[in-house]
């Protein structure tokens, strides 16, 4: 994959100040349970429905049992994110930029119904230690898939699940049921995007808890919450000493104050000056660098112009 059929997608996780440390410091992620998210109807159709050979209920149960999810969010910016999910505005938001595959190589599919929005998703550069085999659909992809969450206002039953898979079960292209991808219109605020991992694959397991590799490498900056008591200059150097390890031949410790090209940059948000979502200038000054990098990179791999005489 060249540098001009690139993409990059930014992605955000909000966790509290310990778990950011332990993600850094164990080099994983947390797959999340359906069965124990704070969303009762995680993977979970409607029932009892009427499926095409008599049945009068389906047990979904299998569904979320097998496999487990990683989630993330569109912006920083949200305010009932850090109330929710950064131990209220005490942890920090965690932010990944993932290589892609150009839009035009990801795909928006229809539900195959009108009344429902169609969903999007992401092909990611993405290799992980888990599977990408979705069982419902017994498809397989060489990428990492980063799906867009749908709100609706009503579950969908087996009957509607089994038509979409009908219709896109056939095809080469990546499908899935949207089962996996929606929600109700209440969890909007949330802007999920996810990435659908089956269980059980080989990784570690601790205290019952799954965890994943594979997604650390892509991450690029911490943002700390306005009632965060840890200081950045604090978060900086003990991020630095559990990503960086040694540096031109020297231990980096928690006490170093250098700054190095490749660390995760370390900055705290802010109220707005006129709106109820918080910043954090430094991250921004950050993405603008990093989509300078990318013009310049793009313009140095252009082909050489041809003079004809």
Not at 8 to 22: G, R, V, W
Not at 62 to 76: D, I, M, Q, V, W
């Amino acid at each position: 994959m060249t540098e001009e059929n690139k993409e990059f997608i930014d992605a955000y996780i909000f966790m509290t100040y310990e778990n950011m440390l332990k993600t850094l410091e164990k080099g994983r992620l947390k797959l999340l349970d359906p069965e124990k998210c704070n969303d009762p109807f995680e993977f979970m159709p409607a029932s009892p429905t009427i499926s095409e050979d008599g049945a009068t209920s389906f047990d979904s149960n299998y569904l979320r049992k097998e496999n487990g999810l990683l989630c993330f969010t569109k912006t920083y910016k949200s305010p009932p994110m850090w109330a929710h999910y950064a131990d209220n505005h005490k942890g920090c938001c965690v932010h990944f930029r993932f290589p892609a595959l150009p839009k035009q190589n990801s795909c928006e599919r229809n539900l195959g119904f009108p009344e429902y929005p169609s969903y999007i998703y992401r092909k990611l550069l993405v290799e992980h230690e888990g599977k990408s085999l979705f069982p419902i659909t017994q498809k397989t992809t060489n990428h990492t898939i980063l799906l867009d969450v749908l709100y609706l206002e009503k579950r969908l039953g087996l009957n509607e699940i089994s038509s979409v898979y009908n219709k896109f079960g056939n095809q080469e292209e990546f499908a899935i049921d949207p089962v996996f991808i929606t929600k109700d219109k209440s969890w909007e605020y949330e802007q999920e995007q996810r990435i659908i991992i089956p269980k059980p694959f080989p990784t570690e397991a601790e205290n019952n808890l799954i965890f994943v590799g594979g997604f650390n490498e892509y991450i690029k900056s911490v943002m700390l919450g306005m009632h965060c008591p840890h200081s950045e200059e604090a978060t900086q150097s003990i991020i630095n000493a559990l990503t960086l390890g040694e540096k031109n031949g020297s231990n980096i410790t928690y006490k170093d104050r250098l700054t190095y090209d490749d660390q995760i940059n370390v900055s705290r948000v802010k109220p707005t000056s006129n709106t109820f979502e918080v910043i954090s200038d430094e991250h921004e000054e950050l993405l603008k660098l990093f989509k300078k990098k990318r013009k310049i990179t793009l313009f140095l791999n252009q082909p050489p112009i041809k003079h004809h005489l």
